[in-house]
T-cell receptor, first 110, second 111 residues
């Protein structure tokens, strides 16, 4: 089977840094993606890691360790608008759809 | 460019009825995937179509079916609706790469 584990909820203070972890166990692995979803909205793409290491895009960074089947999303300089659900997702082969985790609900407080 | 569009946005059906959901991908995108998202969970894969052919099917019963048209738009059909089919149905298109572009979804409520 396929499983992705991530914390269900995280709370952080505005301006701070937060890390959302994801561990995966899948039949194949091509890459790890992160999506953001606001309440009532559609998931939007944040980042993708196919190789080990850190990818940085503005305030968001994503890390992957293939040997540990582990990745994380790092959000810096948190803003209230970052309050949303964050999903990690694995592509198990070249052209297959994504297998999603259950999501982490991030609440940013003042 | 317009994003992925889905219709209708909301739908209320009765158990046993049938429903058809529609999706138009981003222009130039030939791959369309359907996902079901139950409240509090991540999206779960239902179908993928590429160039009008089914490329993949998730763990859903035969009551679920889909097709893709020559213009790459797609329909998802669900027969004999159950209460448990109540969910947000998401359509995503891609250029066959790692990034999927999701539509706003159709919120289906089965009563």
């Amino acid at each position: 089977g396929q499983s992705l584990e991530q914390p269900s909820e995280v709370t952080a203070v505005e301006g701070a840094i937060v890390q959302i972890n994801c561990t995966y166990q899948t039949s194949g692995f091509y890459g790890l993606s992160w999506y953001q979803q606001h309440d009532g909205g559609a998931p939007t793409f944040l980042s993708y890691n196919a190789l080990d290491g850190l990818e940085e895009t503005g305030r968001f960074s994503s890390f992957l360790s293939r040997s540990d089947s582990y990745g994380y999303l790092l959000l810096q300089e948190l803003q209230m608008k970052d309050s949303a659900s964050y999903f990690c997702a694995v592509r198990t082969s070249g052209n297959t759809p994504l297998v999603f985790g259950k999501g982490t609900r991030l609440s940013v407080i003042a | 460019d317009a994003g992925v569009t889905q219709s209708p946005t909301h739908l209320i059906k009765t158990r046993g009825q049938q429903v058809t959901l529609r999706c138009s991908p981003i222009s130039g995108h030939k791959s369309v995937s359907w996902y079901q998202q139950v409240l509090g969970q991540g999206p779960q894969f239902i179908f993928q179509y590429y160039e009008k052919e089914e490329r993949g099917r998730g763990n859903f019963p035969d009551r679920f079916s889909a097709r893709q048209f020559p213009n790459y738009s797609s329909e998802l059909n669900v027969n004999a609706l159950l209460l448990g089919d109540s969910a947000l149905y998401l359509c995503a298109s891609s250029l066959d790469s790692y990034e999927q572009y999701f539509g706003p979804g159709t919120r289906l409520t089965v009563t």
